[in-house]
């Protein structure tokens, strides 16, 4: 896994200074592998304040089972850090976009491409658009085909920031 081990110029770690940034007061690090059709997720729960690591696992799964995985690391998240969640937050985190897990892939991966760049946006738009041939009610999909259009059309310069959550970042506020 590969994790941030040297500091800011102040001093403080790297998730110390996401936390300040974010006004969170826990930041969850980790990193996703893939291999054929499994993948490895390493995460880890770090306290925004004092940058001790609360929780940390690594888990491996077939890819058929990313949805169950990702309960499970929330559920082991929630779990560490020791709060009891209401029935709407619960349902909030178990809700999916997409029961499709190929669609979801391909969504990553148009995100994946629509990170590097206005050279990389044809090719976020042509994978997205298999996402939605897979699940046409896979409005997250959608979304990033209209961003992925709307970055065409104004050459980059769509007013959206670069794109780390594979939504448009207007003023700073991303919109998932």
């Known amino acids: 896994m590969r994790s941030s081990t040297g500091g800011d110029r102040d001093g403080t770690t790297v998730p110390d200074h996401v936390a300040r940034q974010l006004r969170v ?47 499970e690391i929330s559920k082991a998240i929630v779990e560490a850090l020791k709060v009891k969640l209401l029935p709407t937050e619960r349902q909030a985190i178990e809700r999916r976009s997409t029961h499709n897990p190929e669609a979801y892939q391909l969504y990553l991966l148009s995100r994946h491409y629509l990170q590097h760049g206005i050279r990389h946006v044809e090719i976020a738009l042509r994978i997205c658009q298999r996402a939605v041939e897979v699940d046409p009610n896979y409005a997250r999909a959608w979304a990033m085909i209209a961003h992925s259009q709307a970055e065409l059309h104004f050459g980059g310069s769509a007013g959206f920031g670069k794109v780390r959550t594979g939504f448009p970042v207007i003023s700073g506020h991303s919109f998932q």
Do not use: C, M, P, T
């Open 25 to 71: 007061s826990h930041v969850v690090e980790g990193s996703v592998r893939k291999a054929g059709g499994r993948v490895r997720i390493a995460a880890q729960l770090i306290d925004g304040a004092r940058g001790n690591h609360l929780w940390a696992e690594r888990y491996d799964r077939d890819l058929d089972d990313i949805f169950a995985l990702q309960d």
